[in-house]
């Protein structure tokens, strides 16, 4: 397995246009997260599924952001007519969480960087 | 609510010196921290973690003690190499059942020079 991927690695949109990412974790992982980095800061945690379900969301996450996980393997993050606010580096990580509390460690992408203009 | 906070950089070092970063946190509930390393390029990678108070993790000769008393994980090395220069995240994760999604602090960069 070659650990997490996302696509694209760069995307630069048009202000008001829609985009769509994509996360594959890697593969026997049950829980998936989305965390968004801007320039200079830590990264800040966007939503989390387990298996398909999207069973938490931050405030960060405005009503023009939508995250799937259909089948519980790969994720796409979607940002509807996006802003300049919204460029930023977006990190999926994936781990596997067997029964109550217990969990690997998180793998990391290297990330999709959007800019918005 | 949980928060990180590490000490700014950019910290520039010569090779074979010590480097420290600091880092404090505050958390509601018991958490476990994390060193994330980023280096040049390349996605985030756990460095190392400790689970407990008085637990030292250590990885790569990078070490860090969990000081509960001080609310503190501060990451050591007693000799840096230039392949060491990255950017370092410390980071908190109050474990639950339904996700361990992780607080991370604002990063330090860190440049070694030969």
């Known amino acids: 397995d070659t650990g997490v991927s996302q696509d694209p690695r760069h995307k630069i949109t048009k202000r008001g246009q829609n985009v769509t990412f994509r996360c594959d974790p890697i593969?026997?992982?049950?829980?998936l997260y989305w965390y968004r980095q801007t320039l200079g800061q830590g990264p800040e945690f966007l939503t989390y599924?387990?298996?398909?379900?999207?069973?938490?969301k931050s405030r960060l996450l405005s009503d023009r952001f939508s995250a799937e996980r259909p089948k519980g393997s790969f994720s796409t993050l979607e940002i509807q007519r996006t802003e300049q606010g919204d460029s930023a580096m977006y990190l999926c990580?994936?781990?596997?969480?067997?029964?109550?509390?217990?969990?690997?460690?998180?793998?990391f992408g290297q990330g999709t960087r959007l800019t918005v203009v | 609510g949980n928060s990180v906070t590490q000490m700014e950089g950019p910290v520039t070092l010569s090779e074979e010196a010590f480097l420290t970063i600091n880092c404090t946190y505050t958390?509601?509930?018991?958490?476990?921290l994390f060193w994330y390393v980023q280096y040049p390029g390349e996605g985030l990678q756990l460095l190392l973690k400790?689970?407990?108070?008085?637990d030292k993790g250590s990885n790569k000769g990078f070490e860090a003690t969990y000081r509960k008393e001080t609310t503190s994980f501060h990451l050591e090395k007693g000799s840096v190499q230039v392949s060491d220069s990255a950017v370092y995240f410390c980071?908190?994760?109050?474990?639950?059942?339904?996700?361990?999604?992780?607080?991370f602090g604002g990063g330090t960069r860190v440049l070694v020079k030969p």
């Open positions: 990580a994936s781990s596997l969480g067997s029964g109550g509390t217990r969990e690997t460690e998180a793998f």
């Open positions: 593969s026997e992982h049950n829980r």
């Open positions: 599924f387990q298996n398909e379900a999207q069973l938490e």
């Open positions: 958390a509601t509930g018991y958490p476990s």
């Open positions: 400790a689970t407990k108070a008085d």
């Open positions: 980071a908190l994760s109050v474990i639950k059942a339904a996700g361990n999604k992780l607080t």
